[in-house]
């Protein structure tokens, strides 16, 4: 895609103010017709805040400067003003109900009508031609709660062709896809682009940028650092690296020498089905084990069984216990609740931080202290003082960017929010810390603070669990990795014996590894 395409959309001078802070200041940036245009930046540099303004999320009044599309000022009110206009934007979080149809997804809110009333057979037939557009060949009566993430993922672009998109913006998309789904998904997009749609993206993962992208925004701090147009594949990652830190990253993981002790944690012949299905097994005769001042990784396919494996073994908060033991200093301990886990020095960080890690009503210092009120408490009572200092202290501690914890939660962007939820579970201060997905949605710079925090916790002598989809990022982290394939754990290597070849090999075999391989230590 080259400089002479037209300017389809400029925005200048963007400023947006928050109570407490200027998220945006002074941005600037052109997209030209026909690109797939990258938007990067740290956690909280004011990506989300800018195409919530360009979308209409953020009205017109209520910012700084001045929005063009194609070359005429646009002053959106709300989401169908900018719709309307051609603007579609699919958020992170998917905005689908799992209850309704395909159909009923598509075109909620843009029925399609006849005489008054909504036009069924049409709605099916305009559905399917969606469909077929994004490659997915589901019947549109096809319940939402039935798919997968990725399939989820397609049928949002479907809903957005469905309103005739001109601009698309996508706000990671990819992050809780799988590598094959991610893969679909920016083949579609270069097939979109085909079309002459234009697309905006936003992503932390850089190899997706290299692919896709024509060109790329680097935003800082609320400001815009540089834009500029690159050739698909040619995307320089370390100069988006240094654009968005500040800085070079010599090493995108710290180093660390390991100071390995004894076993904290074993699980043995662990055997959990799934919650509403008696008889699938989701957790097959698996077991591990966790010593102190080690990093274990734990690797898999989606849909292998690492999540449904941490969770029910932290206080059996998923599936039906079936059998199994878990040993915590060499002692068997019963587990039966979330509090019994909590009790017996185990801390869990879900995958799932909008669902599963936070209350989004709360505050900041209400979160950070809500996994162990008993330490905030005194006589019986609340201690307002005490609860506000242990939060001040991680807000510090952690950098999270908030200039005070009695701000809520949904105010801060992804990478801050995932900074509280690790705050939260490092309060009560325990022996054993699960992290599923620790470092999704998050930038290169926030990830390379959570892997320091990561190698913190472990030098203190806890032991860390890490579930990642990302195989380098276990590679480059871990002391010791583990596969899952089908429920059951197929293998455990040394992270300096490992590479990506033969971690997948372990993750596609069913078949369980000898004892001698599954007890291996570094």
Not at 47 to 54: D, E, P, V
Not at 259 to 281: A, K, N, Y
Request: proline letters at 4%; a neutral charge.
């Amino acid at each position: 895609m080259t400089d002479t395409q037209p300017v389809v959309l400029e925005m200048r001078a963007i400023t947006k103010e928050f109570p407490g802070v200027r998220a945006l200041d002074g941005v600037t940036m052109a997209v030209r017709a026909g690109q797939v245009h990258a938007v990067c930046g740290e956690n909280g540099a004011g990506k989300s805040t800018l195409m919530k303004i360009l979308s209409g999320v953020h009205p017109h009044g209520s910012y700084g400067g001045t929005v063009l599309l194609q070359g005429q000022e646009v002053r959106f009110k709300d989401i169908k003003a900018s719709e309307r206009a051609g603007v579609v934007i699919i958020h992170q979080e998917l905005a689908l109900i799992p209850e309704l149809s395909i159909a009923e997804n598509i075109f909620l809110g843009n029925e399609v009508m006849s005489r008054g009333l909504i036009d069924w057979d049409a709605t099916r037939r305009c559905t399917s031609v969606l469909l077929a557009r994004v490659g997915l060949d589901l019947d549109p009566a096809t319940p939402v709660k039935s798919l997968g993430v990725g399939q989820q993922q397609l049928v949002e672009i479907a809903k957005a062709l469905s309103k005739d998109v001109r601009l698309l913006i996508l706000d990671e998309p990819t992050s809780a896809l799988n590598e094959d789904d991610s893969a679909n998904l920016l083949a579609l997009l270069r097939g979109l682009q085909a079309r002459g749609i234009t697309s905006i993206i936003i992503s932390h993962k850089l190899n997706e940028i290299a692919a896709v992208a024509d060109a790329v925004t680097v935003l800082r701090d609320g400001r815009t650092v540089e834009t500029y147009a690159v050739e698909s594949g040619q995307v320089d990652e370390d100069r988006i690296i240094r654009a968005m830190v500040g800085r070079s990253l010599e090493n995108r993981y710290p180093h660390h020498t390991p100071s390995i002790g004894e076993t904290i944690l074993e699980v043995r012949g662990w055997q959990v089905d799934h919650p509403t299905t008696p008889g699938r097994r989701v957790c097959k005769d698996s077991a591990f084990h966790v010593r102190s001042g080690e990093i274990v990784g734990f690797a898999g396919l989606m849909g292998a069984g690492r999540t449904e494996l941490a969770r029910s073994v932290f206080g059996r908060s998923y599936g039906t216990y079936l059998a199994g033991e878990v040993l915590l200093h060499g002692r068997p301990v019963q587990l039966p609740t979330v509090e019994a886990a909590i009790r017996h020095g185990l801390a869990y960080v879900p995958e799932d931080r909008k669902n599963l890690g936070l209350n989004l009503l709360d505050t900041i210092r209400r979160t950070i202290t809500s996994a162990d009120l008993r330490q905030v408490v005194r006589r019986g009572l609340l201690d307002v003082d005490r609860e506000g200092a242990v939060a001040e202290g991680y807000r510090r501690s952690l950098r999270i960017k908030s200039p005070t914890v009695d701000a809520g939660v949904t105010t801060l962007s992804g990478g801050n929010q995932q900074k509280v939820v690790l705050a939260k579970w490092m309060f009560p201060d325990p022996d054993v810390l699960i992290l599923d997905e620790p470092t999704r949605g998050i930038d290169v710079g926030a990830k390379y603070e959570i892997y320091q925090l990561v190698q913190h916790l472990a030098d203190q002598g806890k032991g860390v669990v890490v579930i990642s989809s990302e195989l380098p990022e276990l590679l480059g982290l871990c002391d010791r990795i583990y596969t899952i394939c089908e429920g059951r754990v197929t293998g455990v290597l040394d992270a300096r014996d490992a590479d990506q070849e033969s971690l997948m090999r372990l993750m596609t075999t069913s078949a369980a590894t000898t004892p001698a391989t599954a007890t291996a230590s570094r």
